[in-house]
């Protein structure tokens, strides 16, 4: 006789409600994603705004001033503005390169020690 409680237990589920479970499955599954992809979006945010990523943005910021000086001195903001203008049509990725080597060759500080000025 426990055989047949026990296959009297077993219910049989009809396709609606296989359905909502499946359904209630995506929602719980979608949730979880929500979560952890806003607990990685404040994890990125905490990381840009970190002193870091500021010291490496003025140092990068540095020597593109130093750069466009070297390239093209006397030259404004307006200046920058007017040729971005022209050339954002140009292939990005040979803008790209060409400007990853501009960049090295005149981005450098100078090295070794600088004079003292002789008072």
Do not use: C
């Amino acid at each position: 006789m426990s055989e047949q409680t026990e296959k009297q237990a077993r219910r049989r589920r009809t396709i609606e409600q296989r359905i909502a479970e499946i359904d209630q499955l995506e929602i719980d599954a979608k949730a979880k994603l929500d979560t952890q992809l806003r607990l990685l979006s404040e994890k990125r945010k905490k990381l840009a705004e970190s002193p870091t990523k500021k010291k490496q943005d003025l140092v990068e910021r540095r020597r593109f001033d130093r750069a466009v000086g070297i390239l093209v001195p006397g030259w404004t903001e307006r200046h920058m503005l007017a040729a971005i203008a022209r050339a954002k049509d140009e292939n990005v990725e040979v803008l790209l390169a060409e400007g990853e080597a501009l960049m090295e060759e005149h981005g450098k500080s100078r090295g070794g020690r600088r004079p003292r000025s002789a008072n």
